[in-house]
Each structure stands twice: as C-alpha cells, then as structure tokens.
C-alpha cells in the first residue's frame, strides 16, 4: 500500500483566478501547473516575492515544497489567488500563525470583480455621449 504523503491545502481565490495550493515538508521548490515557478511566470520576480510573503512573514521559507494548480484571470489575479492559498494552507499547518496572517492582511479574500456590463451601454457604466439634438 502507498505511504501517505503530509501535505496541507487550501484554496485561495482572486479576480477570476482560482489556485489548489499544496504544502509539503521539503527545501523550497516551487512548481505550478506542473511547471517550475519560473517558466510557469516567466521573468517576473515581483510576482515571486508577492506571492512567498506569507511564507517570509511565518519563517518557513525553506520548509516547505509548494505545489500550486490555478485556473482563470491573468498573471497577477493567478499570483494573488496563489498568495491567499498559500496563507490559507499554512493555517491547516499551524493555527497559531492566524493573528499574524490575518493582520498582513493574507487572509482576507480581495473581493474585487470585473463589473458586469449593463445593456443599453457600451461597457459596464460607459454610456453614448449625451446630445440635445
């Protein structure tokens, strides 16, 4: 029978982006969709350290292998979406990390959407130029 694997998840969700993280004990690579962070990204290190902030702000860095599978939205909606899954899997790791991810600001899901368009307009509040005549 296959030895079971430690590992914590938690789902993290932004814009439209919506990414299965999972932590398991091992020296720090990263690999999304199957790809390393690197060609996965491409040469975006801004994206890297926004999204190893809950990692740096806990002291586990090195401690963990993240594996990451995301879907929808654009490159940075999929690296906030990473970031919220991250926070969110390293709470099933340790509880106690909650008062200091929650006042970074790691836990709270960024509600903010794309506005539907409304008919009658051109986009979701672009309306036709107003003429008297």
């Known amino acids: ?3 079971k694997i430690e590992q ?3 789902t993290g969700r932004r814009k439209c982006a919506v990414a299965r993280v999972y932590l398991r ?3 720090g690579r990263f690999i999304v969709n199957r790809q390393e962070f690197k060609s996965y990204f491409g040469d975006r290190p801004e994206l890297e350290t926004y999204i190893r902030q809950p990692l740096k702000e806990t002291q586990n860095l090195t401690k963990f292998d993240i594996i990451v599978n995301v879907q929808g939205g654009g490159p ?3 690296a906030g979406a990473i970031r919220h899954g991250i926070a969110r899997a390293l709470l099933t790791f340790n509880e106690g990390t909650r008062p200091l991810l929650k006042k970074s600001g790691f836990l709270t899901r960024d509600s903010r959407i794309k506005e539907r368009r409304k008919y009658g307009l051109h986009k ?3 309306a036709s130029q ?3 005549r």
């Open 25 to 27: 004990p091992g020296k």
């Open 1 to 3: 029978m296959a030895e």
């Open 76 to 78: 940075n909606g999929q």
């Open 124 to 126: 979701a509040r672009k």
């Open 8 to 10: 914590y998840s938690g």
């Open 130 to 132: 107003f003429s008297k």
